[in-house]
């Protein structure tokens, strides 16, 4: 093996082709993970894929509110093949199904995000992969609510100084008239 070999040069690359970028919660996500042939022969002892969910939302630092993003697997990296030996230039198709558990929140733009993600394991050598997001459509609504320890406007915090001019809900100001109190 040469020395550029070991870094992946002349090896090939991956691509995700889903049946379509659409998928409902409790529905199967399937297609096919393409792996090119490079300009020579690899071993190829794993190839998986998985799909993840990346969720944004703000958290409250002592900087001021902060952007967070969570991401976690919601299936797990899956085997795709057995080991195999790659043609030099030849495109190997090897087909995929996941299974989605129901119940996942609807793909947000800036807050729900899901992504296909596969790998291949090839020994002595960088392992290419490839990542291709897709839609959750039909599915809940996404629970967009603060982290703790944040604030929304207008929300007093405990131990925080009123301001001249700020009310809680329910507090009344002198002068003013709860319903069916009477004047005198």
């Not at 082709?17 to 919660?25: G, L, N, W």
């Not at 630092?61 to 993003?69: A, K, L, V």
């Not at 057995?82 to 790659?86: A, D, E």
């Given at each position: 093996?040469?020395?550029f070999?070991?870094?992946?040069a002349?090896g090939g690359?991956?691509?995700i082709?889903?049946?379509?970028?659409?998928?409902?919660?409790g529905?199967?996500l399937?297609g096919?993970?393409?792996?090119q042939g490079?300009?020579?022969?690899?071993?190829?002892?794993?190839?998986t894929?998985?799909l993840?969910?990346e969720?944004?939302?703000?958290?409250m630092?002592?900087?001021?509110?902060?952007?967070?993003?969570d991401?976690?697997d919601?299936?797990?990296a899956?085997?795709?093949t057995?080991?195999?030996?790659?043609t030099?230039?030849?495109p190997?198709m090897l087909?995929f199904?996941?299974?989605?558990?129901p119940?996942?929140p609807?793909?947000t733009?800036?807050?729900?995000?899901?992504?296909?993600r596969?790998?291949a394991?090839i020994?002595?050598?960088?392992?290419?992969?490839?990542?291709?997001?897709?839609?959750?459509?039909?599915?809940?609504?996404?629970?967009?609510?603060?982290?703790?320890?944040m604030m929304?406007?207008g929300m007093?915090q405990?131990g925080?100084?009123m301001?001249?001019?700020?009310?809680q809900p329910?507090?009344?100001?002198?002068?003013?008239?709860?319903?069916?109190?009477?004047q005198?």
């Open positions: 093996m040469g020395l070999d070991m870094f992946g002349g690359s991956l691509s082709q889903p049946v379509s970028p659409h998928v409902t919660p529905q199967a399937v096919n993970v393409v792996f490079g300009s020579r022969s690899q071993q190829i002892n794993a190839l894929i998985r993840t969910q969720t944004r939302s703000m958290q630092t002592n900087q001021g509110p902060q952007p967070r993003t991401s976690r919601i299936v797990p899956t085997p795709i057995q080991p195999f030996q790659t030099p230039g030849q190997t087909p199904q996941l299974q989605l558990p119940g996942l609807n793909s733009p800036n807050q729900v995000t899901y992504h296909l596969t790998t394991d020994p002595g050598e960088v392992d290419p992969g490839a990542s291709l997001e897709v839609q959750v459509v039909g599915g809940m609504q996404p629970q967009m609510g603060m982290q703790p320890g929304q406007p007093m405990p925080m100084p301001q001249p001019g700020m009310m329910g507090m009344m100001q002198p002068g003013m008239m709860q319903p069916g109190m009477m005198p």
